[in-house]
């Protein structure tokens, strides 16, 4: 059953202020997010797409960015290069109290100028069973 869904655009320009303050990227992305190399270009749409990912959870979870860390919510990828949204600590609290055991998808993008993504957040059957 599906619990929540959310959806985001971000401007990739916006993070060229970020990516050239000190200590502003950290304080937003998990370290497992961080990206060091790149040109500015590809490391702005990475971290866009990112922080879209993030208010996309929290419209998909009806809290808005408030009783988490947004470091708590983190992408990582596969092997063939599929986006995971990741909860931990304070995230993985705000999650489990509002709807139990769930299970997150996620879909990010970007084109030149935005980035976006998409957050479906299922809940558990009362059998224990991904409902559909």
């Not at 749409?45 to 208010?55: D, L, T």
């Not at 419209?59 to 949204?85: H, Q, S």
């Not at 084109?111 to 993504?117: G, H, I, L, S």
Request: hydrophobic fraction near 35%.
């Amino acid at each position: 059953m599906i619990y929540g869904l959310g959806t985001d655009i971000v401007q990739v320009n916006r993070m060229k202020k970020w990516i050239n303050t000190e200590g502003m990227v950290q304080r937003f992305f998990n370290s497992e997010e961080l990206m060091e190399n790149g040109s500015e270009n590809a490391r702005c749409q990475h971290y866009a797409a990112r922080f879209a990912a993030k208010e996309a959870f929290s419209k998909a979870l009806g809290t808005g960015i408030t009783g988490f860390k947004l470091t708590d919510l983190y992408i990582t990828k596969n092997e063939e290069g599929k986006p995971f949204l990741n909860v931990k600590d304070s995230a993985a609290d705000v999650l489990k109290k509002r709807c139990g055991n769930c299970f997150l998808h996620v879909s990010l993008s970007h084109e030149k100028e935005y980035a976006t993504a998409v957050v479906i957040i299922e809940s558990e059957g009362e059998d224990g069973r991904k409902n559909s």
